[in-house]
């Protein structure tokens, strides 16, 4: 069971796929909130250049299943 970071603040996102983004560059979690009722989901040791090649990407969604998904630490926290 991986321990899960709360109070993260999120911020909208344009995406079809996300409502919310946060991350935490000191513990490099990463939060996303899905849209249709998919929650909330931390991925753990998620690197500020990740990030920082997550946000700027054109399609959030696309990236978070190519380069996210199933590679990084994750757990359902709401």
Not at 68 to 78: N, S
Request: a positive charge; aromatic letters at 14%; one cysteine or more.
């Amino acid at each position: 069971m991986l321990l899960c970071y709360m109070n993260m603040r999120r911020r909208q996102v344009k995406s079809s796929a996300l409502q919310s983004v946060g991350y935490d560059a000191e513990k490099h979690i990463l939060e996303l909130e899905f849209k249709e009722h998919s929650g909330v989901w931390q991925y753990l040791n998620f690197k500020p250049a990740a990030y920082k090649k997550f946000i700027n990407s054109p399609s959030l969604g696309s990236f978070f299943v190519k380069r996210i998904k199933g590679k990084y630490p994750e757990e359902k926290v709401a």
